[in-house]
């Protein structure tokens, strides 16, 4: 059929049911010549919002069917229908000038929908009382009677009978509990105002407040479309109070006005209802979802592992992804850049993804994949698509085009078996780590069989202790002190804060978990306990009690934090900053130079000291020194240790002390086992000395100042 078939179709019953709506207003109020409500009006707007401006001529007919049906004549008729046309149109153009949605889900949406149907409204109070006054010569108080009524009418059909078909009436019934309160409400206001129409006239109008708990507690059960439909429902109240006796206008003016204020005051409450659960919904999505990918978190993946775990029918297999080689975008672009990839990455695993598998960003750049009902075969397919997508993965920076890996590890639940979903987890990452040993950009299937999966598990449960440590007291912090060689001044103690086991016996080397915190990235966090921990011993010992020294690793000096908050430590402890020494290696500091001298340079403006560790075990010390901001250089202790049977490391020590002092720094001689080398340290230019011969080791919290 034609499309302009079609359309005459459709405009044809269009006018046919709003003209039936009308005549049926008006006939179920035989004794009142004035009608309070025109639903058409209302329905009108709807209908034009909704499907477009060309359905104008069921507005002009339905409305000379309404005025025609009271009495006015034809012609007069004709021309309300055309300011009827004239008050929706209005309407319709500023609802679409300033973008108003259906779903009037806010109090913005909701103020403009009123002021362009306020508006829209006023427009017919002068014509329709120039009508009456001029047209019909009906007394001036008389003409703004039938103005205001013409107004109120308009006014409240727009307001309650738009939004009840524009706002998602379908969610009425979608929900059981609202279901069940919006019957309750609705019912109960059809009730309560069949009880007022049996009451005399002169008590109905003051037991309509009766009316307004219902009202909103249909807002509050339906929201927009609830609060909609309770004041249609009023409307049908008054309509049933109209045929008992004839009202004068005055009488319909005050009845609008309740209407107009009891569907406000529905609209409002469900505007506000509806801004409280979007704001609830969204801060769950937020708790349960990446901001960075709109992936599920790590948590909101843990559950779904968790109810697969309670699944003993079913068959689920999880796939670990970590990237490979991401860290070169954020240390050649910045994070920003790093971040945008992330997204991108994000995208492309789900576009990759298949269907009904849960995915989720674990964290940093790591992913995780939940397959439902997955063989091996699958979740090999499933692993094969994740790389062929991220090989093709290119992102481009300015000039720079950057590519990535990525290794996965493939794992597969057992249900019913009692397993935790760290268990699963645990072993994903490992068959993970395995891939990226094995050559990195490939997959892994966890085999408990596997001798490097059994490594594995051993590194992870040291890790885990590691994690713990700091409040299980796993580590403690011992010092050693640092003695002055010349003897001259009244120094404060001064010590360097070592890091070991509270028991050594079934943990391993210090060294060993350490290195693991480095390849794990917890590293970090082990240097932020040990300087909390330094602060407070020196917060305690009083104002120039004390001076300690303590480490800084590699990934830590490197990291965004750091200079912030060991500038912090000073203020939040009570202590002077010069009474804490910053102690890195050689290594660590040619590793990054350019970093490692701008954050070090700040520090020591601050007031801290900044040592140089192992300085002469490099090639680079002697250039190295004067680029660096270090107040301290602690020589080599192999240097130290070979002084008494080997004369070049008398030559060694003496040149790296000289060079020290040309530049004003103070020379540490560690690893210091016979007090007998003293005199012979400071004759060579040597400040200060550490070791065993002059103190052994012993706990922090024991030195007295």
């Not at 058409?40 to 507005?59: D, F, N, Q, S, V």
Request: net charge negative; charged share 20%; aromatic share 8%.
């Amino acid at each position: 059929m034609p499309e302009p078939v079609r359309f005459t179709g459709r405009l044809v019953v269009a006018s046919l049911l709003l003209s039936l709506v009308a005549y049926f207003a008006v006939r179920a109020q035989p004794h009142q010549g004035f009608v309070p409500i025109w639903p058409e009006g209302g329905l009108g707007l709807a209908l034009l919002w909704r499907h477009g401006a060309k359905y104008w001529p069921a507005i002009a007919i339905s409305n000379t069917v309404l005025s025609y049906a009271v009495g006015t004549p034809l012609l007069a008729a004709t021309g309300v229908g055309w300011l009827q046309v004239l008050v929706v149109g209005i309407a319709l153009y500023l609802l679409q000038r300033w973008h108003v949605k259906y779903a009037l889900s806010d109090l913005r949406q909701f103020g403009l929908f009123s002021l362009a149907c306020a508006v829209a409204s006023c427009v017919a109070l002068p014509v329709y009382g120039f009508r009456v006054g001029v047209v019909l010569h009906y007394p001036k108080a008389r003409a703004f009677e039938f103005g205001m009524d013409y107004f109120l009418s308009s006014l409240f059909s727009c307001l309650i009978f738009t939004p009840l078909l524009v706002s998602g009436s379908r969610r009425l019934f979608a929900d059981p509990l609202r279901r069940a309160g919006i019957i309750l409400a609705l019912a109960s206001i059809a009730v309560v105002g069949l009880v007022i129409t049996q009451l005399p006239v002169d008590l109905q109008d003051r037991s309509l407040f009766l009316l307004l708990p219902f009202v909103m507690a249909a807002a509050v059960a339906g929201q927009m479309a609830g609060a909609s439909a309770a004041a249609a429902l009023l409307t049908l109240v008054f309509v049933a109070m109209a045929r008992i006796e004839a009202v004068t206008i005055m009488d319909n003016i005050l009845r609008s006005t309740f209407l107009v204020v009891a569907a406000l005051t529905g609209y409002l409450l469900a505007v506000v209802f509806n801004e409280r659960e979007r704001a609830a919904a969204e801060m769950d999505f937020r708790a349960r979802h990446d901001s960075l990918t709109g992936m599920m978190n790590r948590y909101e993946f843990e559950n779904h592992l968790a109810h697969a775990l309670k699944d003993r029918g079913g068959r689920y297999a999880m796939l670990y992804l970590d990237l490979d080689q991401f860290k070169l975008v954020n240390d050649s672009c910045g994070h920003m850049a790093g971040d945008h990839m992330l997204h991108e990455i994000g995208l492309t695993i789900q576009r990759a993804a298949p269907s009904g598998a849960v995915l989720a960003r674990l964290g940093g750049d790591e992913f995780g994949c939940l397959l439902h009902d997955a063989s091996q075969a699958e979740a090999t397919e499933a692993a094969r698509r994740f790389h062929d997508a991220i090989r093709d993965f290119r992102f481009q920076v300015g000039e720079y085009s950057f590519t990535v890996g990525v290794s996965i590890g493939a794992t597969y639940l057992m249900p019913g078996n009692g397993e935790a979903t760290d268990d699963v987890l645990s072993r994903a990452d490992i068959a993970c780590y395995t891939a990226k040993e094995h050559g990195r950009n490939r997959t892994h299937i966890y085999s408990a069989a596997d001798e490097s999966m059994h490594h594995r598990h051993a590194e992870l449960q040291e890790l885990a202790q590691l994690k713990s440590a700091m409040a299980s007291g796993l580590f403690k912090l011992n010092a050693q002190r640092i003695i002055r060689l010349d003897g001259e001044g009244a120094e404060a103690p001064f010590y360097e804060v070592l890091l070991r086991h509270a028991d050594t016996g079934p943990h391993g080397a210090i060294e060993d978990l350490l290195g693991m915190a480095r390849r794990y990235g917890l590293i970090g966090e082990v240097d932020r306990w040990v300087w909390g921990e330094a602060a407070k011993m020196l917060a305690r010992t009083g104002e120039r009690g004390l001076r300690l020294s303590v480490n800084v690793s590699a990934s830590t000096l490197e990291s965004e934090g750091f200079q912030a908050y060991i500038t912090a430590l000073p203020g939040q402890h009570g202590f002077a900053a010069d009474r804490m020494v910053l102690e890195i290696t050689e290594a660590v500091a040619v590793q990054n130079l350019t970093r490692a001298v701008e954050s070090l340079a700040a520090l020591r403006a601050q007031g801290f000291g900044i040592a140089l560790d192992d300085f002469g075990a490099g090639v680079a010390s002697f250039g190295y020194l004067s680029e660096l901001p270090v107040t301290l250089v602690k020589l080599d202790g192999r240097f130290v240790r070979d002084l008494a049977k080997d004369p070049a490391a008398e030559v060694v020590i003496g040149a790296l002390a000289k060079l020290a002092k040309l530049r004003g720094i103070l020379c540490i001689a560690e690893w210091v086992e016979d007090t007998a080398l003293l005199p012979r340290l400071a004759a060579l230019g040597v400040d200060y000395a550490q070791g065993y011969g002059i103190h052994r080791p012993e706990p922090l919290e024991d030195l007295t100042p």
